[in-house]
């Protein structure tokens, strides 16, 4: 291991949720309310997780959901296996809003995330993972939907630059970061290239965040790791090593956006893994050293 190995001032990795999740995803912190949202994928559970008390609440919203993210009503935007809708946490009502794959049964949405201008961008794939069979879409404030890229097998980690002028994508099987120029007025993105290349043995590229200083953070589904990069040069500047393989996605978080939050699956483990890995499915958290951005809330 050589010395770009370790940084310096990195905590250790702290299991903060035993929560056992099958496919435990789409961590999203909301620095209005200093909570964490995350999500099990086909346990169709959305989850609140409160760090300062250490209480995880779960609703169960009939059905595969992909991500939630906080809204401008105190809501949260939901994506599901069948579209959008809107989850009030207090009444625990599900109101549903638009699917945009309503022909497309077999599809489900996965990863999503509010841009920095308070977009939802929100990805699909079906079901296995059949190629290029999903698409990215960006629902705006006005509720209209809009699809941005096609062709994609298994939309998964979004991050924007601190100067809002990139958006970096991750569609898990092309084992790379695809980058494309971002308009933050009209949240168009143009001219897409690859920028980090992941190779086989490292598992596949599935939730992504970003730093403060521009740095990308992807979580290694079946790598067991995390991976810092320079996007302009496309070099790795660090791995974080994780205690389980299937880390699934990751987003600074807490009072100061220098807790790293990070979750993880049991999905497809045999018991002998599980026996190695028994924090599999949990929420994990560090202190890297850099401070996160903050993502605004839906319609913000
Ligand atoms: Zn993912």
Not at 67 to 87: D, E, N, Q, R, W
């Amino acid at each position: 291991m050589n010395a770009r190995f370790r940084m310096t001032g990195r905590t250790p990795i702290e299991l903060v949720l035993d929560c056992k999740a099958t496919l435990g995803e789409g961590v999203c912190w909301d620095a209005g309310r200093q909570l964490l949202y995350w999500v099990d994928i086909p346990e169709g559970t959305v989850h609140v997780f409160d760090p300062a008390t250490g209480e995880n609440r779960s609703r169960a919203v009939g059905q595969p959901v992909g991500a939630a993210v906080p809204t401008k009503s105190g809501k949260l935007l939901v994506a599901m296996h069948h579209g959008f809708a809107l989850l009030d946490t207090g009444t625990e009502e599900l109101k549903p809003l638009l699917d945009p794959e309503e022909d497309k049964p077999d599809n489900r949405f996965n990863d999503g995330k509010c841009d920095p201008a308070g977009r939802f961008w929100a990805g699909t794939m079906q079901l296995k993972a059949e190629r290029g069979a999903g698409a990215l879409y960006r629902l705006d404030a006005d509720l209209t939907v809009h699809m941005m890229v096609e062709g994609v097998s298994v939309s998964n980690g979004l991050a924007w630059s601190p100067e809002l002028d990139r958006m970096y994508y991750i569609d898990s099987p092309r084992r790379e970061v695809t980058v494309f120029d971002y308009d933050h007025e009209s949240g168009d993105i143009t001219n897409p290239r690859a920028v980090v290349r992941l190779s086989p043995d490292e598992g596949h590229p599935d939730g992504m965040t970003i730093d403060e200083t521009g740095m990308l953070w992807v979580a290694h589904y079946g790598g067991g790791c995390l991976s810092r990069w320079d996007p302009a040069n496309g070099e790795r500047i660090d791995t974080i090593p994780m205690p389980v393989r299937r880390v699934t996605d990751c987003v600074f978080g807490g009072r100061d956006l220098d807790i790293l939050y990070v979750s993880t699956a049991r999905n497809k483990l045999t018991e002998d893994e599980l026996e190695q890995q028994p924090a599999a499915g949990g929420l994990f958290a560090l202190k890297p050293g850099v401070r996160g951005i903050a993502a605004p809330p839906f319609g913000a």
